[in-house]
C-alpha cells in the first residue's frame, strides 16, 4: 500500500479490512526494519539517553530536551529520565518562579510538571501582572514566551482565573502578530493556536514538528535522528496490527452477516493507535478495536436498523446476559449477541490470565448500560420527545460508548488492578464522563456526519434551541464549545495527581479527548480528511533520515 494510493477512511474494506490472498503475508506487503538497523537504532537510544542524564542544572535546558522529546513522540523511551529532571524541577519550581526573568522557560516549566500530574500552582503567574493588576504590556513583545504562555494556559483548571488572563492574552496578541507576519515562524505561531501540545495528539503532530525542530546544540540533531529511525519502527509495528485487526474482522463475518452496519474496522483502529502510542502495546491495541468495534455495530442496530420491540428485546439480553433471553432475539440480533458474547469471553480469558482478575462482570455490566442508554434515545425517537438538553447530555455521555471502551481499556493495560479501582472504573468516576462529555458534544456540533449513516440521531443543540427559544444556531454552537472547554478544565484536574489510576491509563483517557475532534470533523464528502491524512502519514510514509 503506497502512500499514494487514493485513500479515505470510508472505502477502508477496499484496503486493509477486506484481506487479499497476499495479506495473509505481512512480510511481504509490509517489509520490516533490518537487524542493522534496530542495532542503529539501539545506539541512538544510547546517545540520547547520555544527553539527558548530562543536562546537569541548565533548567532551561533539561525543559527544552523533555519537550522536544514529548513532541517527537518518542518520550515512551525515557520515563526515568524525564521523571528525574522534573522531580528536581518541582522541588525548586516556586522559588525559581519568584526570581524569574525568562518567561518561557517559566510558562514551559509549570507545563510540563502539570502534563506529568505533579500540581503546581497557578500563582506563580501573578508576577506577571503590574500594580493596576494587568498583564504587564512589555511582555507583548516576547513571542516565544507568549507562545508559552498559551501552551501553559491549556493545562487550566477550575477557578483559575490568571491562567484564563493569560490565555486570553497570549492568545490574542499571537494572533494579533500572525496577521502582520508571513514566515517560518508564523507557521509555528499558527500551529501552536491550533494544536497547542496539551490537547493535541503528539504522534500525529511529531513529523510537522521534526520540520521546524533546528538549532545549534548538538543534542538537536540525535534527538532528531532518533526520532526519524522510531516513525519507521512505529510505521512497521502499526501496519502488523492493521493486518491482524482485518483478519479478525473477516474471520467475525459481521460485515456479511449485518449489511446495514458500518464495515469500518480501519477507521475504528484508528482510536487505539491514538489513545495508546507507546509501541509495546501493540496487543493491546489490537484487543481494544474489538469492542470499539461492536460499540459502532450495535449504534447502528439501536439507530438505523431495529424496531423499538427488537431493541427492548436486545437489552433485556444484554442485561440478563442468558441464553434464554437470546433465544428471543431476530437473527440478526443473535449473531451481533454471539459475537459480543465471544469478545467478551475471550478479553476476560486474557486479562485474567495476565493480571489475576477476571473482569467479566465489569465488562457484561458496562455494556448492559450502554444498551440501556441506546434504548432511551430510541424511546425518545419513537415518541417523538425531545428531552430537556441537561437530560439529553447526562445520557448522552453513557451512549457515547466511552465507558464502555476505557473499562476495557483499564482491564487491558493491567495497572491498579484492585477491588477499589474497579468499583471506580464501574461507577464511571470523572476521568472517563469528563472524556464522554467531550465525544458526545462534539459528535453532536453538527460536523458530525458518519459516511454510511442516516440514523435517528438526536442532538444536543436541538435540545438545547427547543429549550431555549430565539437561539441562534450560532450562539447554540458557542455554548457547546465553551461547555466543552469547561470539561477540559475537569479532565485536566483529574489528571493531577494524586488520583487512582496509572499513568498510562490517564494519558490515555486524555488523548481519547484529543483524537475526538480529528474523528468528528466530516468535510461535506462525509469524510475525515485530516484523519486521513495522519494516517497515511502515520502507517504508509517513511521518513528518509
Avoid at 504590556?137 to 482565573?161: N, R, T, V
Avoid at 490565555?167 to 499558527?190: E, K
Avoid at 431476530?330 to 449473531?335: N, T
Avoid at 477540559?488 to 484529543?514: D, G, I, M, Q
Wanted: proline residues 3%.
Amino acid at each position: 500500500m503506497s502512500s499514494a494510493h487514493t485513500w479515505s477512511i470510508a472505502k477502508d474494506q477496499n484496503l486493509v479490512s477486506i484481506p487479499s490472498e497476499k495479506d495473509n503475508h505481512p512480510s511481504t506487503e509490509y517489509p520490516s526494519p533490518t537487524n542493522e538497523f534496530y542495532m542503529e537504532h539501539a545506539q541512538k537510544l544510547e546517545e540520547v539517553r547520555s544527553v539527558l542524564k548530562e543536562v546537569g542544572e541548565d533548567t532551561l535546558e533539561a525543559l527544552l530536551m523533555i519537550d522536544a522529546i514529548q513532541r517527537l513522540g518518542i518520550d515512551y523511551h525515557f520515563h526515568g529520565e524525564i521523571e528525574v529532571v522534573l522531580q528536581r524541577l518541582h522541588t525548586k519550581f516556586n522559588t525559581l518562579s519568584d526570581c524569574h526573568n525568562n518567561l518561557y522557560e517559566l510558562a514551559l516549566g509549570f507545563r510540563l510538571l502539570r502534563q506529568e500530574g505533579y500540581y503546581v500552582s497557578a500563582d506563580v503567574f501573578n508576577n506577571l501582572k503590574d500594580t493596576e493588576g494587568k498583564i504587564q504590556e512589555k511582555l507583548s513583545e516576547d513571542i516565544k514566551g507568549l507562545m508559552g504562555l498559551y501552551e501553559a494556559s491549556q493545562l487550566c483548571i477550575k477557578g483559575e482565573d490568571i491562567l484564563e488572563e493569560i490565555g486570553n492574552f497570549s492568545s490574542q496578541l499571537l494572533n494579533a502578530w500572525n496577521t502582520h507576519n508571513d514566515h517560518s515562524q508564523a507557521r509555528i505561531v499558527r500551529n501552536t493556536l491550533g494544536h497547542p501540545h496539551h490537547k493535541s495528539l503528539a504522534r500525529f503532530m511529531a513529523k510537522s514538528f521534526l520540520s521546524d525542530f533546528q538549532g545549534t546544540d548538538g543534542w538537536v540533531n540525535v534527538f532528531r535522528e532518533l526520532a526519524k529511525m522510531d516513525f519507521n519502527v512505529v510505521k512497521s509495528i502499526h501496519q502488523k496490527e492493521m493486518l491482524q485487526v482485518s483478519k479478525w474482522w473477516k474471520d467475525l463475518g459481521l460485515a456479511k452477516e449485518l449489511k446495514f452496519a458500518r464495515n469500518q474496522p480501519l477507521k475504528w483502529y484508528m482510536w487505539p493507535l491514538a489513545v495508546l502510542p507507546d509501541p509495546s502495546l501493540s496487543e493491546q491495541r489490537v484487543e481494544l478495536t474489538k469492542p470499539i468495534s461492536l460499540v459502532y455495530i450495535i449504534d447502528d442496530i439501536f439507530d438505523v436498523h431495529g424496531t423499538l420491540d427488537e431493541l427492548t428485546l436486545f437489552t433485556e439480553a444484554v442485561n440478563r446476559w442468558e441464553y434464554a433471553a437470546v433465544e428471543q432475539l431476530p437473527d440478526y440480533m443473535k449473531i451481533c449477541f454471539n459475537a459480543l458474547n465471544g469478545i467478551t469471553n475471550e478479553i476476560s480469558s486474557k486479562v485474567y490470565n495476565d493480571h489475576g482478575w477476571n473482569p467479566m462482570e465489569s465488562l457484561r455490566k458496562a455494556w448492559a448500560c450502554l444498551c440501556n442508554a441506546f434504548l432511551v434515545e430510541a424511546k425518545w425517537f419513537a415518541d417523538g420527545h425531545v428531552p430537556k438538553a441537561d437530560e439529553y447530555l447526562k445520557n448522552g455521555v453513557i451512549s457515547s460508548g466511552v465507558h464502555v471502551v476505557l473499562v476495557h481499556m483499564f482491564f487491558l493495560l493491567g495497572h491498579g488492578i484492585t477491588k477499589r479501582n474497579v468499583d471506580i472504573v464501574d461507577d464511571f468516576p470523572e476521568i472517563i464522563s469528563s472524556v464522554a462529555k467531550i465525544l458526545r458534544l462534539w459528535d453532536d456540533l453538527g460536523s458530525a456526519k458518519d459516511e454510511n449513516q442516516d440514523g435517528h440521531d438526536g442532538s444536543y443543540l436541538e435540545c438545547y434551541m427547543k429549550e431555549k427559544p430565539g437561539t441562534s444556531i450560532e450562539n447554540a454552537r458557542c455554548h457547546v464549545m465553551h461547555t466543552i472547554s469547561e470539561t477540559w478544565k475537569s479532565l485536566s484536574n483529574e489528571c493531577l495527581a494524586p488520583n487512582p489510576f496509572s499513568t498510562c491509563f490517564t494519558n490515555a483517557c486524555l488523548n481519547v479527548a484529543r483524537m475526538v475532534p480529528l474523528m468528528y470533523s466530516y468535510d461535506d464528502n462525509r469524510c475525515l480528511p485530516s484523519l486521513e491524512e495522519h494516517m497515511k502519514s502515520l502507517v504508509y510514509e517513511s521518513v528518509s533520515s
